[in-house]
């Protein structure tokens, strides 16, 4: 079923293309000439370049440099970003509105001059117009491509040669801020219009301590937790003769973690002051404590966490209260047990893939896990006998069941690496494999991070840097290399580069320290990459000029398709409808999803329930209606020809790829129709 | 071919007419917000450039012009919120070409710079040069549009709010301080496309006088103007001119003066209103600038006395009273640059205090509203002009010889005197109950006539607040910690009195 | 194809009607036609603005489907693509790219018939020299053309394939005296070669000339068909001409006549004789016409 809706784009191009070409147009498939098409093409051609339409490129260019005057960069390699996106995005809608104006109106325009009159009474097929008319228009596409193309390598080159040499100057001049001083560097040497490969993480953790290989167990500090992948299906618990619609059993949650004394922080002692405070009123039974540091510290609280379920997505299924483990203590060497009630097991049956979290609760203890600290346990028939349920299979490693998952705090810009001297503060691991790596020399790398910080530290006379240290540690040989220190601004890149030799065989981890008390840095999956290769501009440049002509492909295919029957400024308005319908669709998005239709009839305040029942159920049979349109239509999103340019990220062949697959996809069986249309028209005014 | 070039000439020619005509107008609003007087010309040419880009962008784009800006703004408050800031100033830069008229549009985007995106910043650096790129934006608007109330008063919150009082302030504070003095100038410009703002421009020369071109007058007194009346004379820093010159760079708070000063008199003389503020608010910031700007100079005076006796600066200002205070008279130091800075403070603090007064005097005549409490920082300026000017003269003393000594500890001796009393008067006045009162005072004197009573007889009255305080059951005394500060200086002044008559 | 295949071209029950939006009948072009034209021979068609010709034509070349009827063409079905091989078609106004100049615009045409280039590069200057535009204007672009230029060079596009069928739509309006000439001689010897030429005008002292048989057309009908020397021998009609009659005299000799029992008796001045036919026709199929007409060389029938 889902093949079939998830394709059915494709089902429908397929079946038109072949009963178009098969049913209607064989004999004139049979008379397909391509020297009539080129010739039909050329005269398209000719006709555009005669009435002066590339004329219209100069005015762009024009346009693009005064807007490009016009902009406010964060720094250098910004201004060129902008620069690149402004001639990328006018070069963009200049050749998608002079594509469309002009393929709307020729043929309208050759019906209703009568030029048509000596075309098809000559030997030519109808598809073979189309497709001529087609080709001539992408080849005036194609001249403003290049044309405008040309000038954005020459305006980039001019102003990145402009751009170094205003670096140069700064960087001589001396008078640059530490923050800035790394980046202008890392400008000048790897220039500003670059293309470069970039390979993200396959993994990140956050630990307490960096975990060495011999290691058992691996240790988090009590704000963070760890995950344990599970997959659960029926089969697993489901009693024999279990039939639809009987209560399945209670699971249960078999955990072990491990805890260690961990010195607390400065923040950690003054939030304990006040919980030992408060706790002495209910300790009875012990001895009484006086407030000095030493019994606080000595009188930590007993190790506690807090268990969650959660979905694939991270956020929360089964909340630590419908889990009855809010705050679970620890005792040395017993497991935690926790019962997932019977009425929550079929949630979890349902959304197949689920976390289980274990969160650190208490300050002042480490919390540790080994490879395998999660299963399930399923009643079985006979009674108190369970079945063993394992994590779900390690995708490395599909013989062991994934070991437990370390993460930070979630804050802001993700997982926090809280900063502060080195007992007191976590490290970050990103693991790489299979990482192209060079025999010798620095291998690039690229950072960027968003960073919080508690306020603290603000009234201080000096800046202070958020200060990173970066080492790297060899996964073959378990070496780690020296550190570097790296000092980024929050959600800014920072470059920095490597030793090729720490790195190995490109299976490594990168091990992350944050050195800057108050400062919180926030680690997501896609914050570092590794470069690694690089491409002239030019190709990457002429790759999303492609692209854009392959849109331009699909712009001309719809255009003509919508001129075959209608007037051309009707044409116009159709092929801008048909072009953006998809991208209208996805941009309403979720507030289309199931549940709109009782939002709009409680919005709109019909309290009469059987009122609000027809509004709502027409709405969503109206938004199911456009979702299933805008399958239908193609996606241009296909066709992001900038991001990646403008970012001096090479666009990946697989982009193009896609974009020709999108353009063909689509644009055949809209030449199909075109032709059928154009075949049982009277092309007499 | 003729017809169509026809066309452009007529095209461009009208360009060039919306633009003339635009300014005309410009002009004329100009000369009708400032009734008493006109433009000079000089001003009006660098506005029409500025503000060229503007007119071309809105008639080329004509009916466009609303849903792209409409775009612009939803685009760019997206970024903000999503934290990605990478077009965001491009986007606003946008929104201030095609939207050059619209006051609220400026102020918000000044303040959404100068606090919503320098918050986003992680170093101080980078958090200090968004606020600098907010003032530029605002400068940009006040070349466009001279002599608007909203915006000068807008670059006056700035350096006031953002760079003097937030909590980075120290940070910003000291850098203001650096960057305005004067520096060679810089290879790199703000026409260079990358370019970006980090710091300010200085405006003091190599002797700490404000560059000529800032002080110099752009608007012609109008004769019709009363001869006491006062009058914004174009010049960008006209109100820092008088306390020339700064060998110790300017401080946010005199800047800050500066620009609400100017603010108050378009309010008073021009008759304009502050589209968001009252104006009771913009007429008593210039007394609260000059105040602030004051306590600046009074920490930096501190500071410079306590580094050349080689004393450790404490964090707060209040724990640095105490610290030199039993300075004795034949104290030497190594450092004499410190002292000139120290006697540098300790000068202007008095004539920044008068000055200060008076401001707050000519705002009261107005606006009574907040009589009682302007009243109170009158009398504090009053005190602290004279602590300030003691610390001023026996610092010098400890340098000077003979008979200026003499003279110079004389009336040290004076001026602490005159702050102890005042001191205690505060605290009579403003800090302790009415009923307490009632039972102390004589009876001829009110709290109002607090003034009356003699030096001599305020700190016997003292005491017996303070009995009567600890007569009564514990409780909390919403006063204790003003009155703590106030006795601080108090005992400052006492053993500084202490020191001048041991040394006879 | 071979040329003994049938008729050149062959209508049975030809129709056409134009409907609204709506689909209703808006306009009855063509209703009814039986035509054949014979290999060879120079076939015109006649009729006023509005009878059906250019329908016929249309239908024919397949630029319009007709609503009941068949046609074939060179013994194929009308309109098919095969078939436009071996015709060759002027329209009414040369309805070309204007931004192509003469030779681009032979050459384009060429290649339609895929023509190979070598070919082209001779034929092309050779036809021009046929049509008689000379050097200079064949490097003119088209939208610079005057209207007799603009006829020859749609007339040579006409021929650039050598083509078996020529139909030719008002093939002299534009031209001037001397143009007509070598137009209709350029007629005449296209059929010495063999070819047949459909021709449609309503300038009859060309159709007159050149024209074999042919046929007139009036409100979508066919009024009539045949040899134009058949067509313009009218049996039962006897004309005198004489010289030298006064207005009374004339009176005299009409009543004379009608005494005879001759009928509907009209004296005239002398025209051309098939102008005298096409009148006729469409004076006959005008409704509510009861006065006599007037016979003139305007074009009539305008109702």
Known sequence: MSLINDNLGWWIAGAIVVIGLVGFGLRDLLRFSPRRIWAISSVCFAESIRRRVLWITPLAILGVIIVAQLQHPIDEQDAIRQTIKFCLFATGLLVTIVVIILACTNLPKEIDTRVIYTIVTKPTTRLEIILGKVIGFARVSAAILIIMGLFTWGYLHLRAWNMQRYIARQLASGDVGPARKPSLEHYQQSGLLQARQLQDADSYEIFAKLPQPSDPVRWMFSEQNFIVPFKLGLGDIAPPNWQSGQPLPPLMILAHVYTQEAPLTDEQQEQLGGDLLRGLGTDTGGPRLSTTQSTMTAKRPAPKVAVQILDRNGYTLLTPNILDATSLTL?????????IPAEQVMTLINHGRFFVSIAGGAPGWLYGADSNPVILLAPTAQAGQFNQIPPAPDPRNPNRPTPPIFEGRGGTHGQQLRGGPAEHNPVGVYRFHNVPVPASGQVPFEMRVGIERTGNELSTSTDDLTRLSISVRNLKTGVIGQPIAVTPESLRPTYFSLPAGDLGDGNFELILRNHTNGHWVGLQANSVFVVTSHQPFIANLSKSLLILWLMTLLVIIIAILCSTFLSWPIAVVLTIVLLLGRWGVMQLGDSLGSGIGNQIATDFGFSDPSQAKVVSSSVEALTKALTAISHVLPDISRFSATEDVERGVMVPTARLYESGAVAFGFGLPMIVLAY?????????? | MRGRTSIIVLLIVSLLATGATSQFAFNRRQAAIHRPGQLASSDTGAASLAGMNSYALALLLGGLRGPLVMMLWSSSEAQKNEKNLEDFDTKVEWIRLLQPEFDTVHIFQIWNKAYNISVQMASLANKYATILDALDYARKIDRQKPNDINIVEAIGQIYFDKLGNSAEKDYYQQRVRDETQWRPPERSHPGDIGWRRTRLDPILDQKGYLLSELVKPRIDRPSNLPADSEWNNGAEYQYLQPYQPFPYGVSTFAIAYNYYKQAQVLQTVGKQRHIQLSSMVVDSRPALALESWGRDEWTRGRQAELKAFDKNIPAERLDMEMATASLPLNATTDQPELIDAALYSYQLIPRLCHDSIAEFRRHLLSYSTNFWTYMSHIDELQAIADLTQADHDYLAALRATGKEREQLLQSAGHS???????????????YVDQPILDQILPNDITKETVDKIPAGQLQSLLYQVQRILQARPP???????????????????????AQITAGH | MSTSNGEAV????????????????????????NLTIHRGEVFGLLGPNGSGKSTTIKLLLGLIFASRGRASVLGQPAGSTRINERIGFLPEESYLYRFLNGEETLRFYGRLFRIPSRDLKKRVPALLDTVGLDEKSRKRKLREYSKGMARRIGLAQALINNPDLILLDEPTTGLDPIGTREMKDLILSLKAQGKTVLLCSHLLADVQDVCDRITILFKGKMQTIGEVRDLLQVKDITQVQTRGLNDSQIQEVRQFMSRLGGQDTTITHPTTTLEDLFVRIVRENTPGSGTPLVPSTGTPGEG
């Open chain 1, 676 to 685: 059928i249309f154009l075949k049982n028209k009277e092309v007499a005014p």
């Open chain 3, 10 to 33: 062959q209508t049975e029950h030809l129709s056409k009607v134009y409907k609204d939006f709506w689909g209703r009948d808006k306009v009855r072009a063509l209703d009814d036609l």
């Open chain 2, 416 to 430: 602490y005197a005159a702050a102890v009393a005042g001191y205690r008067r505060i605290i009579l006045k403003y």
């Open chain 1, 331 to 339: 005792h040395e060497g017993q497991p935690l047990q926790i019962q």
């Open chain 2, 475 to 497: 409780g909390i005394n919403p006063h204790t910690e003003d009155v703590a500060e106030y006795h601080s200086y108090i005992d400052r002044g006492n053993l500084r009195l």
